[in-house]
């Protein structure tokens, strides 16, 4: 199939080219829903779950004018008709339902506008109605349960017909997307491994308390930072986060030799010939910058108009992928095997180009895959995979070198690829875990965050809807006030309704970024929310400080809350307290706990002014409340923070 330079017979390339480009540039201003005339998005599929208690948004696409029905089965009154608009677009809500175990139809249908059209009918198998939930935010929400190192036995109990979960496929992009790749999934023994472990145990705690039906929708990603999960008219709005995006669209400026490098109209016949897959030093090129690739393709001709999945095993660093000058994908990590889905509408039969830009930061660079990992055909036909190892085509870019910005920390990308494609599906409330990742920036967090959950609260148009969150674990970030203050700009939030904070200073690893124990992290979401949403008398909130009196030599700290009265987990006297004088600076204090309060004293203090309490990247301190809560990190001063700021 691949050839390293097609014989360039300018007549046939010219029109075909043509018929490519006419193709996708009607994929591209018109939905590619509408070429589809009848779609749901990914979200509306086999074993999903709807929210219970109130109206839910059905949305999707037909051809422009049609009249669309949608229904439930065996549902009385759920039923509803609407007409698409010009783009094909269409939206229902159906009326409000009780939880029900009972798998059901979700019923779609069109009613053609023109009589030389057949009526168009989706369903949507084994459908439940109950409580559904997002779970967010970067890696320890994105953690498996086999990446938490659970037994069999464990697993054995994860037969769970009532939890189902959605997940999002990593999808970084510049603009707003209407659909995210992703399935639902019934949780049982074969599935549980590969679910958040977060998400998992919380549904599960949800689950057994309610006795109904729990959908949770998967969408995180490793290392992400929180900017990546806000819009962007959000960051520009404020002065905070306005730098983040200056550095962005400094880093994005594009390469001026992409129109004509991934033309298939170019004469590439004074370029390189080498072997692929290889490094750029086995070409002759020990270089850190950026290598442009061109392979001349026969496609066949039963691909045409068939999704494709192009695989290229690992390339050190980053690649950017186009078929015929058209934009297929891009990954900016050297560990991670190119699996890029080449659309439909872009696939004719006949001669093809396929251009692949390199891009290397330091060290090695190029092609690091073995060569069967280089593979292209159909998606829903594995077997008819054709080989892309050989010769191709290279040519040095002579640009000057930009380092690309993580896929992952682009500003507003991931909320465009992975949340605003969810909206407006009926949910009950959010769950996040993320931080790590804007350690150092806790100034910046403090407004960032808010915002982040005020911008996804006015995109649903629910309302405050919950949105509890996780602080993050003790670790060794080596640079403790950085971390103690971003723990504390993640409790800025709270100032909001509806929200809620999960300490976790008990259940981290100093050594490990990842902590195992993520089923404590599950359960005190759950328990925010069985508090809170669903009236149970549970106790959710470990006890906070309420004051601070000076009484002599030593400072009283007084607590409030219904976790009182205070206690350790060891038994001993509190751990991990310290006292700062007038001049501000911190010595060790001895603690001593009195019902609902602790008395500190420290002799390197005689006049105490402020406390503070774990107060660093990775202490594990034993202060709880009598509810078995741990107490979280906090300080009295309103001193300025080593990281107010952020970097610029």
């Known amino acids: 199939m691949p050839t390293a330079r097609a014989e360039h017979e300018s007549s046939r390339s010219f029109a075909m080219w043509k018929r490519i480009a006419a193709a996708a ?17 990914s979200v509306f599929s086999d074993h999903m779950v709807l929210q219970q208690g109130q109206e839910v948004p059905v949305w999707g696409w037909a051809l422009p004018g049609e009249q669309v029905r949608v229904s439930i089965e065996g549902v009385d009154g759920a039923m509803v008709r609407t007409r698409t608009d010009a783009s094909g677009r269409w939206m229902v809500r159906l009326p409000a339902m009780p939880a029900s175990q009972i798998p059901r139809d979700l019923l779609v249908r069109t009613m053609p506008v023109s009589r030389n059209l057949e009526p168009r009918e989706l369903i949507v198998s084994d459908v439940l109605v109950g409580e559904v939930w997002v779970c967010s935010g970067q890696s320890n929400m994105q953690w498996t349960l086999d990446w938490c190192g659970l037994s069999d036995l464990d697993l054995s109990k994860a037969d769970h017909q009532q939890l189902r979960m959605f997940t999002a496929t990593m999808t970084s992009v510049p603009e707003p997307r209407d659909d995210v790749e992703g399935t639902w999934v019934v949780c049982n023994q074969a599935s549980a491994p590969n679910l958040s472990a977060v998400a998992y145990f919380f549904g599960c705690a949800l689950q057994r308390a309610l006795d109904v039906p729990v959908g949770l929708i998967h969408a995180s990603w490793g290392g992400s930072t929180a900017e990546a999960w806000t ?88 690649d950017i992928v186009w078929l015929n000058g058209f934009r297929i994908g891009e990954t900016v990590h050297p560990g991670t095997d190119r699996r890029y889905r080449i659309p439909a509408a872009l696939v004719r039969s006949g001669p093809g180009l396929l251009t692949v830009r390199v891009s290397d930061f330091g060290g090695p660079g190029g092609f690091s895959g073995p060569p069967e990992k280089l593979r292209v055909g159909p998606l829903d036909e594995p077997g008819d995979r054709r080989s892309l190892s050989g010769p191709w ?32 599906y009926g949910i009950r409330g959010v769950i996040w875990y993320q931080g790590e990742s804007n350690v150092g920036r806790a100034g910046q967090y403090s407004k960032l965050f808010p915002a982040m959950i005020d911008d996804w609260r006015d995109a649903w148009n629910e309302g405050d809807f919950p949105f509890y969150f996780v602080q993050i674990a003790p670790y060794d970030y080596g640079r403790p006030l950085e971390c103690a203050e971003l723990r504390e700009a993640q409790g800025a939030a709270l100032q909001l309704p509806a929200t809620g904070m999960v300490i976790t200073m008990d259940v981290g690893d100093p050594k490990d970024i990842h902590p195992v124990a993520k089923e404590p992290v599950g359960d005190r979401l759950a328990l925010l929310a069985l508090e809170d949403v669903y009236g149970h008398d549970v106790v959710a909130r470990a006890p906070v400080v309420r004051d601070a009196v ?59 002014v402020a406390a503070r309490y774990a107060w660093d990247d990775d202490a594990e301190p034993n202060l709880a409340g009598a509810c078995g809560l741990p107490v979280g990190p906090f300080r009295t001063d309103g001193w300025p923070r080593s990281t107010e700021d952020g970097p610029r």
Not at 399 to 418: D, E, I, K, T
């Open 231 to 318: 819009t962007r008219p959000t960051l520009e709005s404020m002065p905070e986060t306005v730098p983040i995006l200056k550095r962005f669209d400094r880093m994005s400026v594009p390469d001026p030799d992409t129109e004509d490098f991934t033309s298939i109209l170019l004469d590439d016949a004074r370029w390189e010939t080498v072997a692929v897959p290889s490094m750029f030093a086995e070409q002759g090129h020990d270089i850190d910058g950026t290598i442009w690739y061109r392979l001349h393709l026969d496609v066949p001709g039963n691909w045409e108009g068939r999704d494709l999945e192009l695989t290229l095993g690992q390339i050190d660093d980053a």
């Open 393 to 424: 085509l290279m040519k040095v870019s002579e640009r000057p070198f930009v380092r690309p910005m993580h896929m992952n920390h682009r500003p507003a990308h991931l909320y465009n690829g992975m949340i605003r494609p969810l909206i407006p």
């Open 550 to 608: 000076t009484e002599g030599a030593a400072l009283v700290l007084r607590f409030r809350g219904a976790c009182l009265p205070l206690e350790t987990f060891d038994g001993s006297d509190p751990t991990h307290f310290e006292l700062a004088g007038e001049d501000r600076i911190y010595h060790p204090a001895t603690a001593v706990v009195d019902g609902d309060s602790i008395r500190l004293s420290s002799e390197a203090v005689p006049v105490p």
């Open 25 to 41: 540039c009607a994929m591209l201003i018109a939905p590619s829903h509408v070429l589809a005339t009848l779609k749901l998005p």
